[in-house]
Nanobody, 118 residues
Framework: QVQLVESGGGLVQPGGSLRLSCAAS????????MGWYRQAPGKQRELIAT???????SYSDSVKGRFTISRDKAKNTVYLQMNSLKPEDTAVYYC????????????WGQGTQVTVSS
């Protein structure tokens, strides 16, 4: 059974930091590219960061320079370090896993709420 379990969300003031974690089980972690998406109320889900199985990273313009994605192979965990948070970062954040080769399965976590407010 595949599970992606996010943690680390919460309420933070503007300018603050949070680190999200996503623990994966039931998959061969090295065979998956991992990503973080977010969805704000009334908006579409947005891809904000990815890390490949080889460690290559990419970011959306909205978070580049403020967020850092990383993965720990020993712990089967992907992280999202979020710094200089802004109110517009408020959203539900989702972890995703995409299999590199056929059948290219996609899996999602349940989401964790991040609220940036004073």
């Amino acid at each position: 059974q595949v599970q992606l379990v996010e943690s680390g969300g919460g309420l933070v003031q503007p300018g603050g930091s949070l680190r999200l974690s996503c623990a994966a089980s039931g998959i061969i972690f090295s065979s998956y590219n991992m990503g973080w998406y977010r969805q704000a109320p009334g908006k579409q889900r947005e891809l904000i960061a990815t890390v490949t199985s080889g460690g290559g990273t990419s970011y959306s313009d909205s978070v580049k320079g403020r967020f850092t994605i990383s993965r720990d192979k020993a712990k089967n965990t992907v992280y999202l370090q979020m710094n200089s948070l802004k109110p517009e970062d408020t959203a539900v954040y989702y972890c995703s896993a995409r299999q590199i080769v056929f059948p290219r399965n996609d899996y999602w976590g349940q989401g964790t709420q991040v609220t940036v407010s004073s």
